[in-house]
């Protein structure tokens, strides 16, 4: 049984989240009201997963997140409220070393939440088998032999293509991957990351801050060049329509949900494969369930380059795991190699 602790400043959020978990079969073992308590307990019980508010007393969320991270790693899941300012802190709680997040509904609305009890579990589950322990993010294995490395001079192909698919544990992987890719490859990024409609404008905002790339949430009918890069939007899938004159047109796709999510990898990835002229490359990273696997092999069968993030790095080894059993990959990569491996993807075609 998971065994779990919850931490939150409001009575009516602990006694509420407490039944559901329980309702799911999670054994609560403690539950904290404020930050240091959190720690404290997180210490002591020892329990599988925890779940933390941003916001307490003593203690914040993400200060919280920073001591058991160094003292006792602890599987994290990060309750946040839908406000710009916590959307800012919640991102810092992931980069901290949270692995997941979800929202919860405004003050203590006990009824909202309950609709979210499905949910709720399946992700605090999903975050308790996450793999925190400390890894070399420079290590690592390849199941093909990596392209060599080539010399700074040698050009890139015209109109190279890049789509990132991640779910559980991925915003921090994604800014690391697209911080260390050469602005001068020109690459254009679609990335789909799951996640709520409310976080991925921030989200977006976040990785233009902080990548040589000009990074938006994907607007529908939008166009991406050389340079630029889109997020899919929350609440709806991310298409490929076109591909003209170096730009790729995408659109916001209200069909149904794949893998119980939209926006899908696997939308993305397939009308990628299908409309993207010019060199295309796919790449999976940590998440649970199988999303992105039939992208991947799409992308693959057009005649694209197939990475998949290594488990040993992956927070959740669900999507990279499923995709590299179904398609012959072309590498897999530990986190701090995946930008490497991207360029000399790239790199392996002729100008």
């Not at 049984?1 to 054994?27: C, P």
């Not at 003593?58 to 599987?75: F, S, W, Y």
């Not at 919640?90 to 509904?105: N, Q, S, Y």
């Amino acid at each position: 049984m998971v065994r779990a602790v919850i931490a939150d400043d409001s009575a009516v959020m602990r006694e509420t989240l407490g039944k559901i978990l329980e309702d799911g079969g999670i054994d609560v073992v403690a539950r904290a009201k404020n930050g240091t308590e959190a720690v404290d307990l997180i210490a002591d019980r020892k329990p599988d997963v925890a779940t933390i508010d941003i916001q307490m007393p003593g203690l914040t969320g993400h200060e919280v997140i920073e001591r058991v991270m160094a003292d006792n790693p602890t599987p994290m899941l990060v309750i946040s409220s839908q406000t710009t300012r916590n959307a800012d802190a919640t991102f810092d709680a992931l980069e901290a070393g949270a692995v997941d997040f979800i929202a919860k509904p405004s003050g203590d609305n006990s009824v909202d939440i309950w609709t979210q009890q499905d949910k709720i579990v399946d992700r605090v589950r999903a975050v308790a088998d996450a793999d925190v322990s400390p890894t070399d993010a420079g290590g690592g294995r390849t199941i093909h032999e990596r392209a060599p490395t080539i010399d700074e001079s040698d050009a890139f192909p015209s109109e190279p293509t890049l789509v990132i698919g991640a779910s559980t544990g991925g915003p921090r992987v994604v800014e690391r991957v697209l911080s260390e890719l050469p602005n001068r490859a020109g690459l254009r990024i679609l990335v789909v990351q799951h996640m709520a409609d409310h976080y991925t404008k921030r989200f977006a905002n976040r990785l233009n801050e902080r990548t040589e790339y000009e990074i938006r949430e994907a607007r529908d009918g939008d166009t991406v060049g050389p340079g630029e890069g889109v997020l899919a939007k929350g609440g709806v899938h991310l298409a490929v329509t076109d591909c003209t004159d170096g730009r790729i047109t995408v659109a916001h796709d209200d069909g149904p949900k794949r893998h119980n999510v939209r926006p899908a990898i696997d939308v993305t990835m397939e009308t990628a494969a299908q409309h993207v002229t010019g060199n295309l490359v796919g790449t999976i990273l940590t998440g649970m369930g199988a999303d992105g696997a039939a992208g991947l092999e799409a992308i693959s069968d057009a005649g694209g380059k197939a990475i998949v993030q290594d488990e040993g790095t992956s927070r959740v080894y669900g999507m990279p795991k499923v995709a590299a059993e179904r398609v012959d990959v072309d590498m897999v990569l530990p986190e701090g190699r995946i930008a490497e491996g991207i360029t000399n993807a790239f790199r392996g075609w002729s100008a």
